[in-house]
């Protein structure tokens, strides 16, 4: 059985997922905007075998984003909302920006800490809503943002499992169209230095106005 040399067998990351938030400032379209409250996830992904860090480790359904948009109680046609991912490494700790944050560095290997790009991210839902649904993506750099329904498009009515539909609804009556699930991917090589690394990924829901 192949064994990994030494200053690699213990590769540990560390995600962060999941900080999510409702917007500050009162509607002005819509009556309600907000995600399920949840709080945040914690996954844990350990590089211990060639077939790993060749490979990558994957987590499906490491989360579910359930989206909850309403509209006035005087229907308002131009409620519609979108949803974005963005990636944050604390550059305030010294962090390089395309780099993960180092939380312990196993040795003095001298080689370079994970990128922010060897993390990649698949959302789906039962409706392909998400032009992105389906296929991994990657972010380069701190504050990068992935679009799952991007802002100020068109208004897509729900309840049709269209692409791109950012109108009123709810993952209580329409749930393949307003709930998305998470997937993480890691593919690390095998040149980044061993240790403790972690990302914050932060999902955004907001009214276009």
């Given at each position: 059985?192949?064994?990994?040399?030494?200053?690699?067998?213990?590769f540990?990351?560390?995600i962060?997922?999941?900080?999510?938030?409702?917007?500050?400032?009162?509607?002005?379209?819509c009556?309600?905007?907000?995600?399920?409250q949840?709080?945040s996830?914690?996954?844990?992904?350990?590089?211990?075998?060639?077939s790993?860090?060749?490979?990558?480790?994957?987590?499906n359904?490491?989360?579910?984003i359930?989206?909850?948009?309403?509209n006035?109680?005087?229907?308002?046609?131009?409620?519609?909302?979108?949803?974005?991912?963005?990636i944050?490494?604390?550059?305030?700790?010294?962090t390089p920006?395309d780099?993960?944050?180092?939380?312990n560095?196993?040795?003095?290997?001298?080689?370079?800490?994970?990128?922010?790009d060897?993390?990649?991210?698949?959302v789906?839902?039962?409706?392909?809503?998400?032009p992105?649904?389906?296929?991994?993506?990657?972010f380069?750099?701190?504050?990068?943002?992935?679009?799952?329904?991007?802002?100020m498009?068109p208004?897509?009515?729900?309840?049709?499992?269209t692409?791109?539909?950012?109108?009123p609804?709810?993952?209580?009556?329409?749930?393949?169209?307003?709930?998305f699930?998470?997937?993480?991917?890691?593919?690390?090589?095998?040149d980044?230095?061993p240790?403790?690394?972690?990302?914050?990924?932060?999902?955004?829901?907001?009214?276009?106005?």
């Open positions: 059985m192949h064994t990994i040399p030494h200053v690699k067998t213990l540990f990351t560390v962060s997922l999941l900080f999510l938030f409702k917007p500050a400032h009162s509607q002005i379209h009556g309600l905007v907000e995600i399920e949840n709080t996830v914690n996954s844990l992904l350990t590089f211990d075998s060639f790993r860090y060749t490979g990558g480790f994957t987590i359904g490491v989360a579910k359930k989206v909850r948009v309403e006035k109680a005087v229907i308002d046609p131009l409620c519609s909302w979108s949803l974005i991912m963005t944050e490494n604390n550059p305030s700790a010294g920006a780099e993960w944050e180092e939380l560095l196993y040795g003095t290997g001298g080689g370079q800490n994970p990128t922010v060897a993390l990649e991210i698949r789906r839902n039962n409706c392909g809503t998400s992105m649904d389906g296929f991994y993506s990657t380069n750099n701190h504050m990068d943002i992935l679009d799952i329904i991007a802002p498009l208004v897509t009515p729900s309840g049709t499992c692409l791109n539909t950012n109108g609804g709810s993952y209580l009556t329409n749930y393949d169209e307003f709930n699930t998470i997937d993480i991917r890691v593919k690390p090589g095998y980044f230095n240790g403790i690394f972690q990302l914050n990924i932060k999902f955004r829901l907001e009214e276009n106005l």
